[in-house]
Nanobody, 124 residues
Framework: QVQLVESGGGLVQAGASLRLSCAAS????????MGWFRQAPGKEREFVAA????????WTADPVKGRFTISRDNAKNTVYLQMNILKPEDTAVYYC?????????????????WGQGTQVAVSS
C-alpha cells in the first residue's frame, strides 16, 4: 500500500511560481512511476506531468510544457511539481498519483494510488 500526501498549494497572482510536493509512504517509492493530474471546477481531470522511477524520463502535457517541471528525490520519497509563470487557467486541485507500471503515463486509469489533492488558485 502506498499513501500519498500533497502540499504546497495556495493562492497566487498570475505570473507567480509554486512548488508542489508529494510525499509517499512505503519502501517502494523508487520503483514507482509518479504523476501529477489536476481537476478544475466543472472539468474533467487532466494529466499534467509524470516521471519514471529513476527520474530519467519525464512526460509533460502541452498546456504546461515549458512552465512546469516534474522531479523526484527517491531518498526523500518525494515528487515535486515546479510551476512557473502560473496562469488563471492553471487553477485546479492538483493530485499526485503513483503506479508500479504504466503504458501510457497520461492515462489516469493506469495509476493505482492517489493523494487527496492540494488546491492551486491563480488570480489575474
Amino acid at each position: 500500500q502506498v499513501q500519498l500526501v500533497e502540499s504546497g498549494g495556495g493562492l497566487v497572482q498570475a505570473g507567480a511560481s509554486l512548488r508542489l510536493s508529494c510525499a509517499a509512504s512505503g519502501r517502494t517509492f523508487s520503483s514507482l512511476v509518479m504523476g501529477w493530474f489536476r481537476q478544475a471546477p466543472g472539468k474533467e481531470r487532466e494529466f499534467v506531468a509524470a516521471i519514471s522511477w529513476s527520474g530519467g524520463k519525464t512526460w509533460t502535457a502541452d498546456p504546461v510544457k515549458g512552465r512546469f517541471t516534474i522531479s523526484r528525490d527517491n531518498a526523500k520519497n518525494t515528487v515535486y511539481l515546479q510551476m512557473n509563470i502560473l496562469k488563471p487557467e492553471d487553477t485546479a486541485v492538483y493530485y499526485c498519483a503513483a503506479t508500479r507500471s504504466v503504458v501510457v503515463p497520461s492515462r489516469g486509469v493506469e495509476y493505482d494510488y492517489w493523494g487527496q489533492g492540494t488546491q492551486v488558485a491563480v488570480s489575474s
